[in-house]
């Protein structure tokens, strides 16, 4: 019924900035919350940033200062802009929604992931 997209990942050289999103489509009723995680190789999955309508903004202390997060409500989007990137930034960028989505009768939450996008930071 929902899915989400990631896109705007790349190789960027030490120092450079990237902007990842996270789209999502289908029936979307609402985004209440997201996240963005990485993982490097031979490394466990770890919170970046998270954004909810409650709580608001968190960042991981490796992003503080660098690392923007931010929901788009017309384009459904949570975005991450990334700038001072450095080398041990690299890593596979994962985007989570939570929210909920229309369905015949009524809204159901939805929690998903989305496919990975590739961030590489190396002159």
């Known amino acids: 019924q929902v899915q989400a997209v990631s896109s705007g990942g790349g190789q960027v050289q030490p120092g450079g900035s990237l902007r990842l999103s996270c789209a999502a489509s289908g029936r979307v009723f609402s985004i209440k919350s997201g996240a963005w995680y990485r993982q490097a190789p031979g490394k466990e999955r770890e919170l970046v940033a998270s954004w909810s309508q409650v709580a608001g903004t968190n960042y991981a202390d490796s992003v503080k200062g660098r690392f923007v997060i931010s929901n788009d409500k017309d384009r459904l989007t949570l975005n991450l802009e990334m700038s001072g990137l450095l080398p041990e930034d690299t890593a596979l960028y994962y985007c989570?929604?939570?929210?909920?989505?229309?369905?015949?009768?009524?809204?159901?939450?939805?929690?998903?992931w989305g496919q990975g996008t590739q961030v590489t930071v190396s002159s």
């Open positions: 989570n929604l939570k929210g909920s989505y229309q369905y015949t009768y009524g809204l159901v939450p939805f929690d998903i």
